[in-house]
């Protein structure tokens, strides 16, 4: 009998183009390959921007996107997939269909609503439609505050008002909640990533000092990338976050020195990149 060739862990990303490079597909492709897996790509929208704001949107067909799934899974595999900016109720219909359709393993939600700049990157009632269509269907979601509050319809006062908050996330279904407090002023940062158990719930904090650096960008796509990355490479969901943050945590330190455009820069996805992983063939 022929062996089975090994294979590269398959991340896919559903998420549109930042043209600057700094955060959608671009810093997804940039955190698979700097992880050691091979990234692939469904776009959802082209946008116009750089390093402040966003100058336009072009979303891409539901049907276009429905397509580019389709051609990936179909003939390469997926390990794990990021989804990122979805801009439409069409295409996370679209995306719901595929996680179901294929089975879609260690799917994981950055529900990207808006820019840092305040620019609206999803249609106005997609939060409710992300909740109802996906929620159940991920293992992982990883709002920032803002997000949390569009999606819960609540406010969130602070870092004592975390634990109800990622409640609130899991009783909407949400197999997993990492709530990001970057956005919290002080000169230490919280994530909280709570976990569905049964009855009850697993918390588990991560406090770290903040990295001073005006180049952020993209921080929250290539933090669920990552962690989409290292689920597959194999990772339990608690280790996948840990190394993500810290590959983050690299990326930002790394790149906090260097100026790329006038405003809000990258980071520096490539600082230390490891060799594409194989893993065992036939998956």
């Given at each position: 009998?022929?062996?089975?060739?090994?294979?590269?862990?398959?991340?896919?990303?559903?998420?549109?183009?930042?043209?600057?490079?700094?955060?959608?597909?671009?810093?997804?492709?940039?955190?698979?390959?700097?992880?050691?897996?091979?990234?692939?790509?469904?776009?959802?929208?082209?946008?116009?921007?750089?390093?402040?704001?966003?100058?336009?949107?072009?979303?891409?067909?539901?049907?276009?996107?429905?397509?580019?799934?389709?051609?990936?899974?179909?003939?390469?595999?997926?390990?794990?997939?990021?989804?990122?900016?979805?801009?439409?109720?069409?295409?996370?219909?679209?995306?719901?269909?595929a996680i179901d359709r294929y089975a879609l393993p260690h799917v994981v939600l950055d529900?990207?609503?808006?820019?840092?700049s305040g620019t609206a990157l999803a249609a106005a009632d997609l939060a409710g439609t992300?909740?109802?269509?996906?929620?159940?269907?991920?293992?992982?979601?990883?709002?920032?505050?803002?997000?949390?509050?569009?999606?819960?319809?609540?406010?969130?006062?602070?870092?004592?008002?975390?634990?109800?908050?990622?409640?609130?996330?899991?009783?909407?279904?949400?197999?997993?909640?990492?709530?990001?407090?970057?956005?919290?002023?002080?000169?230490?940062?919280?994530?909280?990533?709570?976990?569905?158990?049964?009855?009850?719930?697993?918390?588990?904090?991560?406090?770290?000092?903040?990295?001073?650096?005006?180049?952020?960008?993209?921080?929250?796509?290539?933090?669920?990338?990552?962690?989409?990355?290292?689920?597959?490479?194999?990772?339990?969901?608690?280790?996948?976050?840990?190394?993500?943050?810290?590959?983050?945590?690299?990326?930002?330190?790394?790149?906090?020195?260097?100026?790329?455009?006038?405003?809000?820069?990258?980071?520096?996805?490539?600082?230390?990149?490891?060799?594409?992983?194989?893993?065992?063939?036939?998956?």
């Amino acid at each position: 009998m022929t062996p089975t060739p090994p294979r590269y862990a398959r991340v896919l990303t559903i998420a549109g183009s930042d043209s600057g490079g700094g955060a959608g597909i671009q810093a997804d492709l940039k955190t698979f390959a700097a992880l050691g897996c091979h990234g692939m790509t469904a776009i959802t929208a082209i946008t116009a921007q750089d390093t402040h704001g966003v100058a336009a949107i072009h979303p891409v067909p539901a049907e276009v996107v429905r397509a580019q799934i389709r051609a990936v899974v179909e003939d390469i595999g997926v390990d794990a997939v990021k989804l990122g900016m979805l801009h439409t109720r069409e295409i996370v219909e679209v995306v719901a269909w595929a996680i179901d359709r294929y089975a879609l393993p260690h799917v994981v939600l950055d529900p990207v609503l808006a820019a840092t700049s305040g620019t609206a990157l999803a249609a106005a009632d997609l939060a409710g439609t992300m909740v109802r269509e996906l929620f159940a269907r991920v293992a992982l979601v990883t709002p920032n505050l803002d997000e949390a509050a569009r999606l819960t319809g609540r406010g969130l006062a602070g870092i004592d008002a975390f634990d109800d908050t990622a409640d609130a996330l899991l009783a909407l279904g949400a197999p997993a909640v990492l709530l990001k407090g970057g956005h919290l002023a002080g000169d230490e940062l919280v994530d909280l990533l709570a976990i569905a158990d049964g009855d009850r719930i697993r918390r588990q904090r991560h406090a770290a000092p903040r990295i001073a650096s005006g180049n952020l960008h993209g921080t929250g796509c290539t933090l669920a990338s990552a962690i989409a990355a290292r689920l597959a490479l194999g990772d339990a969901l608690p280790e996948a976050v840990v190394h993500a943050r810290d590959y983050v945590r690299g990326a930002i330190a790394a790149g906090a020195d260097v100026a790329t455009g006038s405003g809000n820069g990258p980071l520096n996805h490539g600082f230390a990149p490891v060799p594409m992983r194989r893993l065992p063939g036939a998956a």
